[in-house]
């Protein structure tokens, strides 16, 4: 069944954004006694769970909150300057024609992502924008947006480019594309057997109901 609701991950589906992540990250590491991560190391990093990546980087559960909300408030300043990953400009507009429900899920802040759509002109296309401030809190968003929008289960589809996002979607029972462009590597992603694995934006229109 082609899906009519879509819901977008944003940090490394929609937005590029890693790199300026790891920048922000290596300016808030001093305080807490962080080490900084080097760009070489993002390759092996890919591969990695969330619960694998804190411990790798040696961060405490409790620092996470206020890393997250720091790190979010930081990028504001910047977001307007983050690209849009290539093809999706051509993609989105596409997309939403066959779409009766689009939004976006996201563990950033909403501002962030208002300011980013409005920068490259999509905030038009978006019904709903929603955040989390916890990493590991989308399943319980997933569900009420389901219920807001009275929306179909067999229906919905998150897109992400992260392990908890998988997670995330198969915990709220609604199916998943997994895409290969963002953080986590295709091998990482293909280990949680996504309803969908997809290789570049164009890929997500097979997914909606065409004409």
């Known amino acids: 069944m082609p899906f009519r609701s879509l819901i977008f991950d944003f940090d490394g589906t929609l937005a ?5 992540a790891r920048n922000i990250f290596n300016q808030l590491a001093p305080e807490y006694g962080l080490r900084e991560i080097e760009q070489g190391e993002i390759t092996g990093l890919r591969h990695l769970s969330l619960k694998q990546l804190l411990h790798r980087l040696d961060i405490s559960k409790r620092h996470v909150p206020a890393l997250l909300a720091r790190g979010t408030s930081m990028l504001r300043r910047r977001i307007v300057r983050m690209p849009l990953i290539d093809g999706m400009t051509h ?4 997309l939403r024609r066959h779409a009766s429900s689009f939004g976006i899920l ?3 802040a909403q501002d962030n992502v208002d300011l980013f759509l409005r920068a ?12 989390t401030s916890k990493l590991t809190g989308k399943a ?10 009275s929306m179909e289960s067999d229906q919905m589809l998150y897109i992400g480019d992260e392990i908890r996002d998988i997670r995330a979607a198969r915990k709220a029972g609604i199916a998943v594309a997994a895409v290969t ?7 990482a992603l293909s280990k949680e057997r996504p ?4 290789e570049s934006p ?3 229109l097979k997914l909606v109901d065409h004409p």
């Open 16 to 20: 590029d954004t890693i790199e300026e």
């Open 91 to 94: 993609v989105l507009p596409d």
């Open 106 to 108: 996201t563990s950033n």
């Open 120 to 131: 490259h002109g999509l905030r038009g296309l978006f019904s709903f924008i929603s955040s």
């Open 140 to 149: 319980k968003h997933l569900r009420a947006i389901r219920k807001t929008f």
């Open 181 to 187: 462009w963002g953080f986590n590597s295709p091998e």
């Open 195 to 198: 309803d969908f694995l997809l």
């Open 202 to 204: 164009e890929e997500l």
